[in-house]
T-cell receptor, first 113, second 113 residues
Framework: GDSVTQMEGPVTLSEEAFLTINCTYTATGYPSLFWYVQYPGEGLQLLLKATKADDKGSNKGFEATYRKETTSFHLEKGSVQVSDSAVYFCALPVASGNTPLVFGKGTRLSVIA | GAGVSQSPSNKVTEKGKDVELRCDPISGHTALYWYRQSLGQGLEFLIYFQGNSAPDKSGLPSDRFSAERTGGSVSTLTIQRTQQEDSAVYLC???????????FGDGTRLSIL
């Protein structure tokens, strides 16, 4: 079945450092891909998405490009802030339309000043 | 507010008791999902409702778990005869007709003593 493999954390970075969180997927067809973020004590928030190959999703300085050739959707940010400290999840739907999401195990990011 | 609302935010109960968790989705969203987030298992799909169709219960871990959705809106997840392994954060999400993305509530943190 469809699955997501995400780099394990935790990741600790200094403020203004460059961030990459790797995500690769296995799926039938070309599903939409998502990054969700979970801040302490909160639910998941959609961070960005891409709906087809070569699309780049972006939000709050984060970017991820849908790479069909490498089945990847790596999350990047050029300069992280303390407020970016959270858990990040890569996800894809199990089928098209209204279907559940399959999530990676999550990557905890801590940014220190 | 306009987001997904879950109650209670925290629930502590004794092993063997029944619990009910409530989810109020975003108005107009036809799909509603329940997920469980636990330390060892990450984010797991439990059940989802799409409009008036029969729910997909394929993720429910045992027959102690059940859910209903009344009037196509509010949903209740019920866990009977709770066990310590049921301790987790239960997340609800909803999405509009046509598919993704899913919008999550802040979750209910369930602790079984």
């Amino acid at each position: 079945g469809d699955s997501v493999t995400q780099m394990e954390g935790p990741v600790t970075l200094s403020e203004e450092a460059f961030l990459t969180i790797n995500c690769t997927y296995t799926a039938t067809g070309y599903p939409s891909l998502f990054w969700y973020v979970q801040y302490p004590g909160e639910g998941l928030q959609l961070l960005l998405k891409a709906t087809k190959a070569d699309d780049k999703g972006s939000n709050k300085g984060f970017e991820a490009t849908y790479r069909k050739e490498t089945t990847s959707f790596h999350l990047e940010k050029g300069s992280v802030q303390v407020s970016d400290s959270a858990v990040y999840f890569c996800a894809l739907p199990v089928a098209s339309g209204n279907t559940p999401l399959v999530f990676g195990k999550g990557t905890r990011l801590s940014v220190i000043a | 507010g306009a987001g997904v609302s879950q109650s209670p935010s925290n629930k502590v109960t004794e092993k063997g008791k029944d619990v009910e968790l409530r989810c109020d989705p975003i108005s107009g969203h036809t799909a509603l999902y329940w997920y469980r987030q636990s330390l060892g298992q990450g984010l797991e799909f439990l059940i989802y409702f799409q409009g008036n169709s029969a729910p997909d219960k394929s993720g429910l871990p045992s027959d102690r778990f059940s859910a209903e959705r009344t009037g196509g809106s509010v949903s209740t997840l019920t866990i009977q005869r709770t066990q310590q392994e049921d301790s987790a954060v239960y997340l609800c999400a909803s999405s509009p007709t046509g598919g993704q993305p899913q919008h999550f509530g802040d979750g209910t943190r369930l602790s079984i003593l």
